[in-house]
């Protein structure tokens, strides 16, 4: 019996500025029927930064509802008292200011925007092969962006890394298997009482999936046809999230 939901937020409720159209009617007919969690990997923004951004486009939602990689990184670095170099995005580097300072004792990789320079990776790739935890919000290769293209994700600035340092990092965003338990646990529940639903078949799908939770595929967002070519096999496959209380409820 299902009795609650992990939603993710960009390509399934929302794109760029833009609500995904019957995002706020499933979100309204659940909040009072179901648990609900809507999981993102953005490290640009806190959760009550999506809940305001959220509630402008007629999703009304707590933050609390809300569990981000960036939520996951902070209290990780709080956890383990670490002082990190952050390769990540000015406003990143902004709202983990308290985290960036020396000596450097752990490296924070997301989204690198205006920061992926040479003289950055390499610092970075100098503190992990001397020690430094290298810590990533994701593997996603790539997302789909406001002008509706596909642009490079934090992945691919990991990726680089690990080819370099010859290590692998601790992933506190999706696919990580300890981000999908964290959100289970905010809802006091069960793997197989909950259903997944997203895009993105290999960071949203696949580790559901592997955790024995029922999965939703949606065909907006990032979703391409030849995402059901790689032998991942989600429960369901749906035009958008509007058709999924049609299957599940």
Do not use: W
């Not at 450097?104 to 001397?130: C, G, K, S």
């Not at 793997?191 to 639903?197: A, K, S």
């Not at 979703?223 to 035009?239: A, C, Q, T």
């Amino acid at each position: 019996m299902v009795k609650g939901f992990l939603i993710d937020l960009e390509g399934t409720l929302i794109e760029g500025n833009k609500i995904i159209k019957g995002a706020d009617y499933f979100i309204k007919s659940c909040k009072d029927r179901y648990k609900l969690k809507i999981l993102s990997n953005t490290t640009n923004n806190t959760s009550e930064d999506i809940k305001n951004k959220l509630e402008k486009l007629g999703i009304k939602v707590d933050s609390s509802l809300i569990y981000t990689a960036l939520d996951s990184i902070k209290s990780y670095l709080e956890t383990n008292k670490l002082n990190s170099f952050l390769l990540t995005s000015n406003k990143t580097r902004e709202i983990l200011k308290d985290f960036f300072k020396e000596p450097y004792n752990a490296v924070i990789v997301t989204h690198a925007r205006e920061n992926f320079t040479y003289e950055n990776i390499n610092m970075a790739f100098r503190l992990i092969v001397d020690g430094a935890v290298f810590i990533s919000s994701s593997l996603t290769r790539y997302f789909k962006d406001k002008d509706g293209l596909l642009s490079l994700d934090a992945g691919a600035f990991t990726y680089a890394l690990m080819y370099a340092t010859g290590k692998e990092p601790i992933i506190l965003g999706k696919p990580s298997k300890d981000f999908f338990i964290s959100s289970l646990k905010s809802i006091s529940l069960d793997p197989q009482e909950v259903v997944m639903i997203g895009d993105d078949i290999e960071n949203d799908i696949k580790p559901a999936i592997e955790m024995g939770i029922k999965t939703v595929l949606v065909k907006t967002g990032k979703f391409r046809d030849e995402d059901l070519l790689k032998g991942i096999k989600p429960n369901y496959v749906v035009n958008s999230i509007s058709d999924v209380l049609d299957f599940i409820s």
